[in-house]
C-alpha cells in the first residue's frame, strides 16, 4: 500500500513538472546577430536603457520591466520599477538580486563590458540596436515577435510606419539644426543617424549633416557658417540654462528661430520620435 502511494505521488510531481515546463525557444536573433536563448513566457526582463524602456510600453510588454535604470522616465509608470543602475556602470548586484529571464541592452547607448559580464553571469541577453528608420522598425518587429506581442502590436508598427511616411516632403528646404549639449561644446546629429534621416525624408535639411562624422562636434566660429533657419535645442544634461544657450545663438544667427522641444523624444532613438517630427511639422508650418 506505502510503495503504491509513493508510485502515485512520484507520477503527480512528474505530471506537474512537465505541465510547469517553459518551452526553451533557441536560434532565435537579436538585432546585432547574437544568438538568444531563453525560456518561454519570459516574465522578468530588465532593461538597461531608456529608449528601451519606452519600446516595452509601446509593445505593451510594460508589466514585464522589474528592473530599469536611473534615466528611465518615461512614461511615469516607469518611476515606480527597481531601478538598476545607470547605463554605463549598472548595479551588477541588484540585478542577480533581480533575477531577469532577460535582460536588454542598448548596442550604442551600453558598452561591451556590461555585455560580458552578464554573459558570464550566464543571464540571457537581447541587444537593441536603432540607427537607421530600417532599424528603428525591424528592431520594433523582431523585438516584437520575441516577445509574442501579437498582431495588434503588429497592426501598431504598420500605423507608426504610415505616420512616418505622412511627413515625407512637409518640410521641404527648412534648414535644421539640432543643438546638443552646451555652449562651449556643441554636438549634433549627422551622416548615418536616425534623426539625419528622418530630417532627409521630410525634405529639411541638416545643416549638421556636412561631413562623414555621426555625431559633429561644433564651436562658435564653426557654427556661424551653416545658417540654419530653426535651432531645435536638445540641450539635455549640460547644466546650461536654455537661456543662455538662446543668447548664445542669438549672437550667432539673429535670424534662426530657436525652439524647445523634449529632449528624450529625439535623443533616445525609438517610436517617440515620430511624434516629435510631428509636433515640428506643426510648429513650423502650423499643421
Request: net charge positive; charged share 25%; hydrophobic share 40%.
Amino acid at each position: 500500500m506505502i510503495k503504491t502511494i509513493l508510485k502515485l505521488i512520484l507520477l503527480i510531481y512528474f505530471i506537474n513538472s512537465a505541465a510547469c515546463s517553459k518551452k526553451v525557444q533557441s536560434g532565435f536573433k537579436d538585432d546585432i546577430g547574437n544568438i538568444v536563448s531563453i525560456t518561454h513566457p519570459v516574465k522578468r526582463i530588465i532593461s538597461l536603457a531608456p529608449n528601451i524602456s519606452e519600446i516595452m510600453f509601446f509593445l505593451n510588454k510594460g508589466n514585464l520591466l522589474k528592473g530599469v535604470t536611473k534615466l528611465c522616465n518615461y512614461p511615469r509608470s516607469v518611476r515606480k520599477i527597481n531601478k538598476a543602475g545607470g547605463m554605463l556602470n549598472p548595479d551588477m548586484e541588484k540585478i542577480i538580486k533581480l533575477r531577469p529571464d532577460l535582460v536588454l541592452i542598448s548596442y550604442e547607448g551600453n558598452n561591451l563590458r556590461i555585455y560580458k559580464s552578464l554573459k558570464t553571469l550566464k543571464i540571457p541577453v537581447y541587444t537593441v540596436k536603432i540607427n537607421s528608420i530600417t532599424t528603428l522598425f525591424s528592431s520594433l518587429e523582431r523585438l516584437s515577435k520575441f516577445l509574442k506581442s501579437g498582431k495588434s502590436i503588429e497592426n501598431k508598427i504598420t500605423a507608426y510606419k504610415k505616420r512616418l511616411l505622412n511627413l515625407k516632403n512637409t518640410l521641404t528646404g527648412k534648414r535644421l539644426f539640432f543643438h546638443i549639449g552646451g555652449i562651449r561644446r556643441v554636438y549634433s546629429f549627422g551622416k548615418n543617424t536616425l534623426v539625419d534621416e528622418i530630417t532627409e525624408l521630410t525634405g529639411a535639411i541638416n545643416t549638421a549633416s556636412t561631413g562623414q562624422s555621426r555625431f559633429p562636434v561644433f564651436n562658435k566660429e564653426t557654427l556661424s557658417g551653416i545658417k540654419p533657419d530653426y535651432i531645435i535645442l536638445l540641450e539635455g544634461h549640460t547644466g546650461e540654462t536654455k537661456t543662455r544657450i538662446k543668447r548664445f545663438w542669438k549672437s550667432i544667427n539673429k535670424k534662426a528661430i530657436l525652439i524647445d522641444v523634449n529632449p528624450d523624444t529625439i535623443l533616445r532613438p525609438g517610436p517617440r520620435i515620430i511624434e516629435e517630427f510631428e509636433n515640428l511639422r506643426r510648429k513650423l508650418c502650423g499643421k
